[in-house]
């Protein structure tokens, strides 16, 4: 089973070692970056479901990378992890980041894991609705497609009794058909 | 134009008119409760598209309505408008109610209009 992967965001290196700590149970394959750049960089480069962010960074802060995330990387699920909670970061990380969860440190080893485990999942239904909604589009494009090559081809006609009435087609007619069909259509 | 029902909660009825007021030329039909509980009936009568929740309130605060309405009633996107911002109100409003803005009074007009439009755009992803 290929491994979720999550990035953890902080400029203090004992807070990622510890945090790798409350996930050393869990199956992930976990990324880490010293600030916002180095994130951004790593979230190009790896299949990152959830980001779990610090507020307080040099350079850029956490509300402010999690923006970025959200404009750059839509799908990633971000949390945001502060120890030093003001209410205009909370503001931003919502309104600016579109943040899943917010929590501040000291942090409880299980709720955090519960969130990032929720995270997780809320990726993975997203993801799958992402496809299925691809192949609804798809469906619908061919069968538009379809119906401008064979007119009449998409519609089921019924007669008075609500019986399916189909059409008269030869046998050579249907091969033609079929062929072009295999040719065009995916 | 498909017009979306706004439900605003709010004990304080001047700042439910004031909201009103930002509204007046968007397609909305727009619902007003002094209380969670009230807040919770209009559910039951209309779909509410976006509901727009103050945190300070007599009995059940904000926050802890906002994650009702998760509860209950997921697809409606939800809004925190405070006048008291404490970051466990907050935290709460994130965590459980997963709101999609928070903002503090006094507000900004545009702010919140345009947060509202963009509340009725996510409302029509999610319901894809």
């Known amino acids: 089973m290929a491994q979720d992967t999550i990035l953890i965001v902080d400029d203090e290196p004992y807070v990622i070692a510890s945090l790798k700590r409350v996930f050393t149970d869990e199956p992930y394959e976990i990324c880490s970056a010293a600030g916002a750049l180095e994130g951004i960089e790593i979230l190009k480069n790896n299949p990152v479901k959830v980001v779990l962010s610090d507020e307080k ?23 945001m992890l ?5 209410i205009d970061a909370a503001m931003k990380a919502i309104n600016k980041g579109e943040i899943y969860r917010f929590f501040t440190k000291p942090w409880d080893d299980r709720e955090l894991k519960f969130a990032v485990s ?5 990726y993975n239904i997203e993801e799958e609705n992402r496809r299925l909604l691809e192949i609804v589009k798809r469906q619908a494009l061919n069968m538009k497609l379809l119906e401008r090559q064979f007119p009449g081809i998409t519609k089921l006609e019924r007669d008075e009794k609500d019986r399916i009435l189909l059409p008269d087609v030869s046998e050579q007619e249907m091969t033609r058909i079929m062929a072009k069909f295999d040719k065009e259509f995916i | 134009m498909e017009r979306y029902n706004i439900l605003m909660v709010d004990d304080e009825p001047n700042v439910i008119s004031s909201l009103k007021r930002i509204f007046m030329d968007e397609p909305y039909d727009i619902y007003e409760a002094n209380s969670a509980s009230e807040g919770l009936e209009m559910f039951k009568n209309h779909p509410i598209h976006v509901v727009i929740s ?50 503090t009074k006094p507000w900004d007009e545009t702010e919140i209009r345009e947060a509202v439009r963009a509340a009725i755009v996510r409302y029509n992803i999610d319901s894809n």
Do not use: C, H, W
Not at chain 1, 58 to 66: K, R, V, Y
């Open chain 2, 54 to 103: 103050d945190e300070r309130m007599p009995e059940v605060s904000g926050s802890e309505f906002l994650a009702m309405v998760r509860d209950k009633y997921p697809r409606t996107i939800r809004i925190l408008l405070t006048g008291y911002a404490s970051i466990e109100a907050a935290m709460k409003a994130i965590n459980k109610g997963e709101i999609f803005r928070f903002f």
């Open chain 1, 118 to 122: 929720a995270a997780v999942d809320k």
């Open chain 1, 57 to 79: 960074m040099p350079d850029i802060t956490g509300s402010e990378f999690l923006a970025m995330v959200r404009e750059q990387f839509p799908d990633v699920i971000r949390i």
């Open chain 1, 82 to 86: 502060t120890g030093n909670a003001s």
